[in-house]
């Protein structure tokens, strides 16, 4: 049963016509369908959907993600350990552009939780060679990865995500009483593909993250950012955890993002994951502090 990345992100933003001019000129996202309360947009360098943006009662936060699975057989896999999980299920045949058929469910959280056979998948990601022009504004790579805000727990869904869905946590971090208050979960061999934080109630993200060549890319959407009045929120540095590079600002819409870079890989699939307790060193290698803002999710 075989998974390979995370495919996309559905995000709610507070108004949809707000952020269109600001994902396809300062992102430098590709608009693939537009519609009274969605937009759907690519990353560009291998032309597959990465974002899913809905309007739902001036509401933002994540309504869920896909994760990109190998075969047919891999979903009717999947479908047959969630029916033994007790988990329902259903399935859509080319419900998106360029997915072919997906198997989705919910999670415990509440998030959505689509697995996607991509109809034209890319063998790779190549920078100068994407099927969709990147010649506007930043052009990440690709998504990166989410990191969810749950308010009902972070055990029930890292477990459930790593007995019924097949992940597996890189890192933990936890509260005094035993208790995990964050987890950073991998599909294949980066550092996490899927994370999430303990947040307070109503809160479903804590950021989207998106793909950076290194960290001169990184300062150039920061530069980018910053002449249309747009401040970074923390950053750039380095995590702790991780050791991804790593800055964030909040976008229109209402949803924070990352601009993340030289992700870490996990050779050894088998690797049992690093605990954590110092919440400070988790955040910063090199000795910053979470922003009071950091407090809230969307």
Not at 220 to 242: N, V
Not at 264 to 293: I, K, M, Q
């Amino acid at each position: 049963m075989a998974l390979q990345k995370l495919t996309y992100a559905h995000l709610r933003v507070t108004n949809i016509d707000a952020c269109l001019e600001f994902h396809q000129s300062i992102m430098g996202l590709t608009l693939l369908e537009k519609s009274t309360d969605r937009a759907l947009f690519s990353a560009g360098a291998d032309g597959e959907l990465d974002l899913i943006l809905t309007e739902e009662n001036g509401r933002a936060g994540a309504v869920g993600f896909a994760l990109s699975v190998d075969s047919i057989e891999d979903l009717e896999a999947h479908a047959r350990k969630l029916k033994a999980a007790g988990v329902s299920w259903s399935t859509a045949s080319d419900p998106l552009p360029g997915i072919s058929r997906t198997l989705s469910f919910d999670l415990p959280s509440g998030h959505h939780i689509a697995l996607a056979l991509l109809a034209k998948p890319a063998v790779y990601l190549h920078p100068s060679r994407g099927p969709r022009p990147r010649d506007r504004g930043w052009a990440p790579l690709d998504v990166d990865h989410i990191t969810l805000r749950v308010d009902n727990g972070v055990r029930r869904t890292m477990d459930f995500l790593r007995e019924v869905v097949g992940l597996r946590s890189s890192d933990i971090q936890m509260l005094p009483d035993g208790e995990p208050m964050a987890t950073w979960m991998r599909i294949g061999e980066y550092h996490h593909d899927v994370a999430m934080f303990a947040g307070h109630p109503g809160e479903s993200l804590d950021h989207l993250a998106w793909a950076a060549a290194g960290i001169e890319d990184i300062k150039r959407m920061l530069d980018l950012l910053a002449r249309h009045g747009i401040k970074a929120e923390a950053g750039p540095g380095r995590h702790g955890i991780g050791g991804n590079l790593y800055a964030y600002f909040r976008a229109p819409g209402g949803n924070r993002y990352e601009l993340s870079g030289e992700m870490p890989r996990v050779p050894n699939h088998l690797a049992e994951p690093v605990v954590w307790t110092d919440l400070a060193a988790g955040f910063s290698a090199w000795g910053a502090t979470h922003p009071e803002s950091f407090k809230w999710g969307s």
